[in-house]
């Protein structure tokens, strides 16, 4: 024996309500789509038909349109069967996506209406016919023998607790919102309440002061520049919207989407690339899917070509600007440098652009690094930010140039430019090269030094470093702090072998450290030029010599920006009150 499933109305509403719509503001954008379509049907019938929705708010909202209208068997196929859908082509309703195919468009008029009633009267002739239903799940249809005219009136009686969802003030600007490019003239209370054309259709080129009010009206800023864009296979146009200043990359990049001229949302995601993030769009399209709530886009392979065209469209645009205003694409790159940076990791045309506008950090100061090139030749870079903020002003006073390779993307495109212009174009540069190109010092300072050197070895043996004497420029520096990041690492190894309980894993750790070498990790270049270090060399007390090499190298590790060991605290706290006690005539 077989069964119908019964379908609770209430249960239906409600797991709209909290699961499915974000808002009951929805029903508003359900009967003008559902109006919309109606006019659209009838105009394949009568291309001459008006197309007009006329809305009244008071105790009941009532929405009127001139569309094609239902028979009476249309009536109980569309309105009354939940999911039914066999008659939607038939009508040549132009619906697409979960919402027009399913009928449950209707249902959310229950989210705000205890009641709906619907009056229509079918272009294809018949009478008039109302329907009427409640949230219970029940309805009545008669036939109307009033004169009735072409068309379809809804009217909705608030629920309890709803009443403010039908007002003037509240339905005026949803209606404004969601409907603001339909193809059709809205009226609510008698005034028209639409534009009923896209705003970048009549601009010219995309520089139409228009569109720059039109931006500032929807996103609040006033564009550095207005790109008109378009996706045939998505029956996609609009309009790109170049931010004027910069922003976070982890800002959300959100966009205005209409689907056939209805709103989807004003912050809808996922319609360009991550690194388009300084563009925001207002796009028109007939071929992208929604969502089944139709507040955002469906995630499949034609969102994704849309997403490829607009980034190439976008892309395409800046290469044009460098071409044609060459100042102005250097303004926007310092503005908008990570997105695109991020582009040029992989396009060469936009490689070429980064290199000759957009300012790196270097030795010379921010500059940008065809600049760069043409003063050094090769790009010598260092990857980590603070060990170029510690060579930086010692390679400068010796005439070298260094590029700060340590932020986001700037390692890979310095790569992609050896990849194209040869390896010899940009090359790493490690401390220990930099320490080669300093001078030695006089023979007769290094003797002293060196002597020093040997009576307060234990300062720098607690810290695993190696002392080194040169002379060099700038003469404020008294020590540099070189690092063997090889060395470092076997260091960091063999602690943690000490520290382990399972003699095992310390076995094996110990075997990763065995064949590495005997150089320390970390070496103290001594200044000679310096006025502290040249006393150093005059000292004649051990303990106040070991002191002062302790302190040269404490202040090193913050000069060279590296983390604080315990032994490193240590070190500075015992370094500094001994000086202190010294200083205050302690001894």
Partial sequence: MSHTFRVDLRGIIDLLSHHLYSSPRVYVRELLQNAVDAITARRELDPSCPAEVTITCGP???????????????????????????????????REGFLGQFGVGMLSCFLVASSVTV????????????????????????????????????????????????????????????????????????????????PWDSADDGEDADLSAYCEQVFGFKPFEAIPIEVEAAGLTGVAFVLPEGVHPGTRQTHRVYLKRMLVGDNVEGLLPDWAYFVRCVVDASAIRPTASRESLYQDEMLLAVREELGEQIRDWLIRLDAIEPRRAGELLAAHHLGIKSLARSDDEMLRLVERWLPFETTDGAVPLRQFRRKHGAILYIPDVDEFHQLAPVAAAQGLGLVNAGYAYDLELLNRLSALDGPSIARRVAPTELLAALADPEPDIETALRLRLSEGAAALDRHDCDAVIRDFDPVSLPALLISNAEQQRKLDTEQTAEEVSDPLWAELLGQLTADSGSARPEQLVLNCRNPLVQRLARLTDPALVELTLESLYVHAVLQARRAMRPKDTAALNRSFLELLDRAVGGR
């Fill in 60 to 94: 009941e909202l009532r929405i009127t349109d001139t569309g094609v209208g239902l028979t009476e068997d249309e009536v109980h196929e569309l309105l009354s069967t939940l999911g039914r859908t066999s008659k939607r082509d038939e009508l040549g309703f132009a």
């Fill in 119 to 198: 009056i229509t009267r079918s272009a294809r002739g018949g009478p008039g016919v109302r329907w009427e239903a409640d949230s219970s799940g029940n309805y009545t249809v008669s036939v109307v023998d009033d004169e009735v005219p072409i068309g379809t009136t809804v009217v909705l009686a608030a629920s309890r607790g709803n009443e403010h969802w039908l007002e003037a003030d509240v339905v005026r600007p949803l209606v404004t919102d969601y409907g603001d490019l339909l193809p059709a003239v809205v009226t609510l209370d008698g005034v028209a309440v639409t534009r009923g054309e896209r």
